[in-house]
């Protein structure tokens, strides 16, 4: 008999004692911190006070370190990583079977019966039906190829991808291709979840179009239709712009240009309005992505520009302000 789940403090601090060792271990081979895979970037695309068409700005960085042990070890230990991922799913799945009230068990074929009677899963989860689904998926799927590892040689790894066959019940499977950049992906869908659920990370919009990006490249291992999902991309405009009043950008053609920079991507951005007098910046304002979303010309209706009063950059490029007509 399943009970309600209330996913309180204490169960989160008991799914984070069990999930603790492969979530290290994958954040560290995979470099899966919060900063490293959301980094904040400059503002990407500029319109100077004088030109209307935008300059798109490309940021990058490289963090090479010298005798670093990771790619070796991704190379050589890629069936560790799955198995490794695999486990913490596992470990969330019987975590949340457990505050259904399900009797533990260490019975896959039985975690997975109990799946089919609809559990609650924590809130993150239960409100996406198509993240709790490809969870399901993903584990109703990887679970016997984790057993071939485990218990079987019917898998190669090779330059950190691997290449399993189901071999239960003495049944051989047809081979699944993984390669190693999957497996980065299934392991950040994993790991991301579960900072979803404890509430480590926040998952905003971005994030969640990430997620679902991901999930589409997972569709083999997870067996459903893909979500339509295109790659994510979060950038911050600049408008420099004369008068007083910040709310008279233009905003349609802002998403028209960045449509046409982007199509083959999903773009979202914020809006920094830099207001200029005499050839110098005089206030700023920083509009965020929520109230930007609406592709409408009355969406200045509902915004208090002073609730978006920010502080004026110092990187100021003397050319995008200089008003020469």
């Not at 486990?87 to 457990?98: A, N, R, S, T, V």
């Not at 480590?200 to 239709?225: I, N, V």
């Not at 965020?288 to 009355?298: G, M, Y």
């Amino acid at each position: 008999m399943s009970q309600q789940p209330s996913f309180n403090v204490n169960a989160l601090t008991k799914l984070g004692e069990r999930t603790e060792y492969e979530t290290w271990l994958l954040e560290a081979v995979y470099a899966l911190a919060e900063q490293e895979l959301f980094p904040t970037w400059p503002d990407g695309v500029i319109y100077s006070v004088q030109k209307s068409k935008p300059q798109f700005i490309t940021h990058g960085r490289a963090n090479i370190i010298i005798g670093d042990w990771r790619p070796e070890f991704l190379n050589a230990g890629a069936p560790l990583v799955f198995v490794s991922t695999f486990k913490l799913l596992d470990m969330l799945i019987e975590w949340i079977l457990e505050e259904n009230g399900f009797a533990p068990t260490f019975r896959f074929q039985q975690k997975l019966q109990h799946l089919h009677n609809s559990p609650i899963f924590p809130p993150v989860l239960e409100s996406r039906i198509w993240l709790k689904e490809r969870l399901v998926g993903l584990y109703s799927t990887l679970e016997p190829l984790r057993g071939t590892i485990i218990h079987d040689k019917h898998f190669t790894a090779t330059d950190g991808a691997i290449r399993i066959a189901s071999s239960k019940k003495g049944i051989i499977g047809a081979p699944v291709e993984i390669s190693a950049t999957l497996l980065r992906k299934l392991s950040f869908t994993i790991v991301s979840v579960l900072k979803y659920v404890d509430g480590t990370w926040l998952l905003d919009d971005f994030r969640e179009k990430t997620l679902r990006h991901y999930l589409d490249e997972l569709a083999a291992l997870h067996g459903l239709s893909s979500l339509g999902q295109k790659r994510p991309i979060h950038t911050c405009v600049r408008v420099y712009m004369g008068g007083s009043d910040p709310l008279l950008v233009d905003l349609m053609s802002i998403h028209s240009d960045l449509a046409a920079r982007y199509v083959n991507q999903d773009y979202s951005f914020d809006l920094r309005v830099l207001m200029i007098r005499d050839d110098e910046v005089v206030d700023a304002y920083l509009f965020p992505w929520p109230v930007l979303a609406v592709r409408t010309d009355d969406w200045t209706h509902t915004i208090n520009a002073k609730e978006y009063r920010t502080t004026i950059p110092d990187d100021i490029e003397p050319e995008h302000v200089r008003n020469t007509g």
